[in-house]
């Protein structure tokens, strides 16, 4: 996994948090923020955007990867997850496969729980995790360059 310095890790995470006051979420309640960083020092923030016919609804990691995108930015150096609950969550599957069409296999992933250090009650744990172990067996990009017999 690449090693983030502490200060980028700290901003990358506090960015995530941050992100959730941006959520639209009156059906689930569920808040959910996400922040990439990229090779500049940049840090792109989403959060979850709900919708009435439920299938329209995109997820944080889904958002900040759109509005990066949108923008020119296609590589990053790693992303943040977290929510308003006390466990860590994972992007969900179609999040996953989203991430890997943008992103390395290698890029850490960290999974920040509402109870996490000077935001909660400083006893939650990161989980720290890479999209390739996220994602195992993936299909990427470069699997559509592969021969065919």
């Known amino acids: 996994m690449t090693r983030l310095s502490k200060e980028d890790k700290d901003r990358l995470i506090a960015a995530a948090i941050e992100a959730k006051d941006g959520s639209y979420s009156p ?8 922040a990439l960083l990229t090779p500049t020092g940049a840090i792109i923030k989403g ?4 919708n009435a016919s439920y299938g329209a609804a995109i997820c944080a990691e889904r958002t ?6 949108s923008e020119g930015i296609r590589q990053f150096v790693a992303l943040a997850v977290t929510s308003d609950v006390p466990s860590p969550i994972s992007p969900c599957g179609i999040c996953r496969q989203f991430i890997r069409e943008f992103c390395a ?13 000077t935001y909660g009650d400083g006893k939650g744990e990161i989980t720290e995790t890479t999209l390739d172990e996220l994602l195992p067996y993936s299909f990427g990009p470069e699997d559509l360059e592969l021969p065919r017999i």
């Open 105 to 117: 296999l290698e890029l850490p992933v960290f999974l920040v729980p509402a109870n996490y250090g």
């Open 64 to 69: 900040a990867l759109v509005k990066a995108t």
């Open 47 to 50: 959060a979850n955007i709900e």
């Open 27 to 34: 059906y689930s309640k569920f808040r959910v923020g996400a």
